[in-house]
């Protein structure tokens, strides 16, 4: 029901703006996008600050259209990105699209602890509003 994604702050500007996520296109489906965001200014530990309701997805999407819109600076940050990562920016990916004014701040961030690479995850929203830190929900993903 709620895919957890790590948000980079050039994908969390991306998603303010445009009301969308994006993710490979073999992600799963979900009611809810929580935004664990990355790279925190003033050195703050990465946290999932936000939920979205997700009101369809798409596959297939060009990854030239998520660019559309976007300040010069932010599509400059996106290049970078994907060139380090060796990602084709003329390939596709999935896009959630959110209902229009769903971007909201939880009561109170979910801090990242816990080792692990940078992935994705889904989890339930009562698992979710319940947890402390990523660790909770990822101890609770394996029961």
Known sequence: EVLVIFTTPY???????KEIAVQANGSPDAKYIAFLRTHLPNRQRS???HIAEVEYTESNVP????LKGLSSS?????????KLRGTDISGTHK???FKKGSIKKLIR???HYGPGPMIKFRTTMSKLLLANTTRDLLHQRDK
């Open 11 to 17: 994908f969390w500007e991306m998603s303010l703006q």
């Open 47 to 49: 946290a999932i600050t």
């Open 63 to 66: 990854r030239m259209s998520m």
């Open 74 to 82: 932010i599509k400059k940050d996106f290049r970078h990105h994907m």
């Open 95 to 97: 896009q959630y699209v």
């Open 109 to 111: 961030p979910i801090e």
